[in-house]
């Protein structure tokens, strides 16, 4: 009987099955696949948590910008409303200046004409006293002047009453 390298190969394989089998390679292998498929079921479950979480946090920050532009928005717009008003009342201030400045300058020229007529009028009286006394002095003597000044002391008295 001749044996046929087959039959040996045969034999060898069964041995080799065999003996898997017996130290429970087929468990350990199958108990590998599985602890990676359920490593690898929990990395794609902690990638969608974290997808989602990405995604939360993306729609949130986009919400916050959203409410800085807002908040920008309104901040640009009263800084241009208080600019508006702040140039608007410097504007009147300054309206308001110029009229007081105008006022003051010309109540001082009233003044000034005021006074200047004032000097002018006593510079007048005091000429006219001046000729009147110079006059009076060279044509009037004695007696007319005695009755002149009486006459100019009654009138003096009775216009200061």
């Not at 039959?7 to 468990?27: C, E, Q, S, T």
Request: aromatic share 6%; charged share 30%.
């Amino acid at each position: 009987m001749q044996l046929d390298a087959s039959f040996y190969a045969l034999v060898g394989m069964l041995i080799f099955f065999g003996g898997l089998i017996y130290l429970k390679v087929p468990g350990l292998v199958g108990k590998a696949l599985d602890d990676r498929a359920e490593k690898i079921s929990s990395e794609l479950s902690e990638a969608r948590r974290l997808r989602e979480e990405a995604q939360q946090l993306l729609a949130e920050y986009q919400r916050k910008r959203k409410e800085a532009e807002k908040e920008a928005e309104s901040i640009v717009a009263a800084a241009e409303h208080e600019a508006k008003a702040l140039a608007e009342d410097a504007k009147q201030k300054t309206e308001d200046y110029v009229v007081r400045r105008t006022a003051l300058a010309e109540q001082k020229i009233a003044q000034a004409e005021t006074q200047a007529l004032l000097d002018v009028k006593s510079s007048a009286v005091d000429i006219a006293i001046a000729a009147t006394e110079s006059i009076l002095t060279a044509k009037l003597t004695g007696k007319t002047a005695d009755d002149y000044f009486d006459k100019s002391i009654s009138e003096v008295k009775a216009r200061l009453n």
